[in-house]
């Protein structure tokens, strides 16, 4: 075959939509096919290095005497040390007779004589600029010498070849690195869904002993507990049904969460909720200390700031993004308190307050007079 001759073939190679879309051993059998009648030549095989540089496999050759295609054997460096070292320095390995060339006399008894060998052309493939393996030209009829246009129709089809198996390599690990991520966000979604409805059922738990006892002060802190895993429940819900598993948005969790509380009040003392909330991301576990510090804020207005107040009754909860920091308000328009003789200082609401702030590394400070109660976390 001529120069041009050549060209058309490379056209005709590289045009095959079977190279970027079949599987490794398709694509080797479809260029084995083309080679060996290209080239004039018994078999094209394809031999990768293993990890571990001790040996060479075949990965996949086609013989064309007999019309199949074929993989798995191997060489061992131990047994060809020389041919092996060549292999890895050399840019090509032509091999015009085997029986003289000294290259070959490892390989000629263990592997060429007996397919027949009486020539060879090995050219190195690369792979992100890696030496990766050779492609093997194997010749029958005697000795040969290899011409110039050959060997560069054959160096241009190992980079149509190597290009191939990337492109191939790199599909390969896209499918399966979508495969684990969905995996993973199937098992994501799971576990929030599974921790959503046993926070729920907690929830339902508490409200049937609620419902059994008597006592009124048994039955105001079971609510407060129900609030308090209410809070984390609604977390693992959000981040169910938007499958954002690693940021929380403040401002949909909070509005829930009042929502949520505003349902549980006591009608017998009707109050206005009213929400001013920035869109801030946040992580799941930083969220959950800020709805329980939320909880606690308004559990503590409900319960104290109203009492023989008149007019409107209203809470007012603000959540502000102030250059890096963060500010959570919670303020009420009720009677106050001397902030000397605070009866909620030592709450345990106000406990659970400091420590859950303490947590987040933030700080609060409070406010109260005649106008009302004002508490502020700053983190």
Not at 9 to 22: G, H, P, Q, V
Not at 50 to 69: N, P, S, T
Not at 325 to 338: A, H, K, P
Request: with cysteine; charged share 25%.
């Amino acid at each position: 075959m001529n120069g041009k001759a050549f060209d058309h073939e490379l056209d005709s190679i590289t045009a095959n939509e079977k190279l970027f879309s079949a599987n490794r051993d398709e694509i080797i059998e479809e260029i084995g096919k083309k080679m060996t009648a290209c080239l004039n030549v018994a078999r094209v095989n394809i031999w990768m290095f293993d990890d571990v540089d001790h040996c060479l496999e075949c990965i996949g050759g086609y013989d064309a005497a007999r019309e199949e295609f074929y993989k798995g054997q191997k060489l061992y460096m131990a047994d060809v040390p020389n041919y092996y070292r060549r292999l890895k320095t050399a840019r090509t390995l032509l091999i015009e007779d085997v029986s003289v060339n000294q290259i070959a006399v490892e390989i000629k008894d263990i592997y060429c004589s007996p397919k027949g060998i009486t020539a060879m052309m090995d050219l190195p493939i690369r792979m992100e600029g890696k030496l990766v393996g050779v492609m093997c030209y194997e010749y029958t009829g005697g000795p040969r010498e290899w011409k110039d246009g050959e060997v560069q129709f054959a160096f241009a089809v190992n980079q149509v070849l190597a290009l191939a198996l990337e492109t191939r390599k790199r599909r390969k690990i896209q499918i399966d690195l979508m495969r684990v991520v969905k995996d993973k966000d199937l098992l994501m979604r799971e576990m929030h869904h599974r921790i959503k409805n046993n926070l729920s059922i907690l929830v339902s738990l508490l409200r049937l002993q609620s419902a059994e006892s008597d006592n009124p002060e048994v039955v105001q802190n079971l609510a407060e507990a129900q609030k308090r895993i209410f809070s984390m429940a609604k977390i693992h819900e959000q981040l169910y049904q938007t499958r954002n598993y690693l940021k929380v948005n403040l401002a949909d969790y909070m509005e829930e969460l009042v929502e949520e509380y505003r349902k549980s009040v006591n009608d017998d003392t009707p109050i206005r909720f009213i929400t001013d909330l920035a869109a801030i991301e946040t992580t799941t576990s930083f969220a959950i200390n800020l709805g329980l510090i939320a909880i606690e804020l308004l559990n503590n207005a409900v319960k104290h700031a109203f009492h023989a107040h008149s007019g409107e009754n209203k809470v007012e909860i603000v959540l502000q993004s102030l250059g890096n920091t963060r500010r959570l308000s919670i303020s009420d328009n009720g009677r106050g308190f001397e902030q000397e003789v605070d009866p909620q200082s030592q709450s345990i609401g106000m406990s659970i307050v400091s420590d859950l702030v303490q947590q987040i590394t933030g700080e609060y400070n409070v406010t109260s007079g005649r106008d009302g109660t004002t508490v502020e976390v700053i983190f």
